[in-house]
């Protein structure tokens, strides 16, 4: 629960910024700083110049908001890490210059824009992007990454911002109730659930549980190098190359490898009971219709179909074979 200002260019000469510090019962404290003005007389370039230098401006704000009771403030190159003494509760920070954002940013718990995200932050902070309602993007979910192994010790470090998930809603798949698989390992035969991946970035919005959780499992199979169930009257496929990710890989990109979900659209079929691989296509079987999800082309979440071939009564029991 940390807040980020970023100071992006060098500030003007003369130039006043102030710092807006609310808590969370709505307290507000003020903190300014101000560049020297060269005057008309003996202009002191030098003294003006290192005091309006990003680096310089961002340990003067830290200096200042470290003076508050309650606040703690760390700098390091352009960046200054604003919180509460014990990062209790998010405090929300804004920026005021002459110049609005074009010399200084704030990265709050939740923002609008992902323009001036600082290179150095506390590793671990995860902030909300909101976008402008008029972007095509939903909400989404970024955390600071430190970019090294070592850890530096150091308050801010720096860091990449990664998409990551809501950081309170479920985000694992009950693997208990989910088929289980077998393996030999050369002696003895072991069975057990297996370790399905976790949601990794989104929210139930943006990147949901697979639409299978909570239906029986009717069958299984294996397509495109993509794990297979259906369940209902649906066909569900996992990322490829990876039988246990039942989640798209971003919440803002969708990628021709992510999961993949059909349903059949022909009024008075029957529930799906089975699978049956036919030279490059998957054949869908229900009672009384047959369904064909073609395969001579790389299946994706954007082309994905189900289209009706038949619609022949048929004997269920016992699953249908090629030949």
């Known amino acids: 629960k940390v807040s980020h200002i970023n100071i992006l260019s060098a500030l003007n000469y003369g130039e006043t910024i102030q710092i807006n510090v609310i808590s969370v019962l709505g307290v507000k404290t003020s903190v300014s700083y101000t560049v020297p003005d060269l005057g008309t007389t003996e202009p002191d370039y030098d003294a003006a110049d290192k005091a309006r230098a990003t680096k310089k401006v961002a340990e003067s704000l830290a200096t200042l908001l470290n003076a508050v009771t309650g606040i703690t403030a760390t700098a390091l190159s352009s960046s200054v890490a604003v919180h ?4 209790v509760d ?8 002459g110049q609005g954002t074009r010399t200084s940013v704030a990265i709050n718990q939740i923002i609008e824009s992902t323009d001036g995200l600082p290179l150095y932050a506390v590793v671990g902070t995860r902030i909300t992007v909101r976008p402008d309602p008029t972007s095509d993007k939903g909400i989404y979910y970024l955390q600071a990454e430190r970019i090294s192994d070592n850890p530096t010790g150091e308050v801010l470090e720096e860091v990449i911002w990664s998409e990551d998930r809501h950081p309170t809603q479920p985000h694992s798949i009950a693997s208990g109730t ?3 698989k077998i393996e030999y390992n050369g002696t003895d035969f072991t069975f057990g659930p297996v370790d399905y991946k976790s949601r990794r970035t989104g929210d139930e919005d943006s990147t949901p549980f697979p639409e299978f959780v909570g239906a029986a499992i009717q069958s299984m199979g294996y397509f495109q190098k993509r794990l297979v169930v259906v369940a209902e009257n649906a066909v569900y496929m996992t990322e490829t190359e990876d039988l246990r990710n039942w989640f798209r890989q971003s919440a803002v990109q969708l990628f021709v490898t992510d999961p993949i979900g059909v349903t059949t659209s022909e009024l008075g079929a029957d529930v799906i009971l089975h699978l049956v691989p036919h030279n490059k296509d998957l054949l869908v079987i229900t009672s009384n219709s047959q369904f064909k999800i073609v395969g001579s082309e790389a299946l994706t979440p954007q082309t994905v179909s189900m289209s009706l071939t038949t619609k022949y009564e048929c004997q269920v029991s016992v699953a249908p074979v090629t030949i």
């Open 84 to 87: 509460e003494d014990l990062k």
């Open 90 to 97: 998010w405090l929300q920070v804004e920026v005021e210059t």
């Open 178 to 180: 989910l088929p289980h």
